[in-house]
């Protein structure tokens, strides 16, 4: 089966909220996994400490990546993505507020794969969630997940 897990890293409980009820209104069935800040960011996509558990915290299709976060922001979390060799090709999608050159030149210097403005419609919140899940998770072919990061 496909992998269909999404990890959020998003810190406002509102905005987790509304994409979540996007998921649902879309239909879309995807696991979604919710990380409040950037450091709890890396230690579920390197299985570490409460998530060293592989079947309850699987490894992402994609990571959906807030910028403006808690102890460590979405531009350091991505950058400590791209220098790691076990993580360096996952798919990440900053999802945001910030429409700043240069906070969308830095994710771009920083190889996101993705920049995008979170709607502040419900409707069109609703449209993004279905074409995220339309490519990232049924038209995009990803490499495979790392061997560290399989179920143990």
């Not at 069935?29 to 950037?38: A, F, H, I, K, R």
């Not at 808690?70 to 060799?85: C, H, Q, S, Y």
């Amino acid at each position: 089966m496909q992998n269909r897990v999404i990890l959020l890293a998003e810190d406002d409980e509102d905005e987790v909220f509304l994409l979540k009820r996007s998921l649902n209104k879309t239909g879309s069935e995807v696991n979604l996994q919710v990380v409040s800040d950037g450091e709890q960011a890396l230690a579920y996509l390197k299985a570490e400490g409460k998530y060293a558990d592989r079947q309850q915290y699987p490894f992402p299709s994609f990571l959906l990546l807030d910028l403006c976060m808690p102890r460590m922001d979405g531009l350091e979390v991505l950058a400590a993505i791209r220098d790691d060799p076990s993580l360096t090709r996952l798919i990440v999608v900053v999802f945001t507020c910030s429409e700043q050159h240069d906070d969308i030149c830095r994710a771009s210097d920083l190889h996101a794969n993705s920049y995008l403005l979170k709607p502040s419609d419900l409707n069109a919140l609703d449209d993004l969630v279905m074409k995220l899940d339309g490519y990232w998770l049924s038209l995009n072919h990803r490499a495979p997940c790392p061997p560290e990061c399989q179920p143990n």
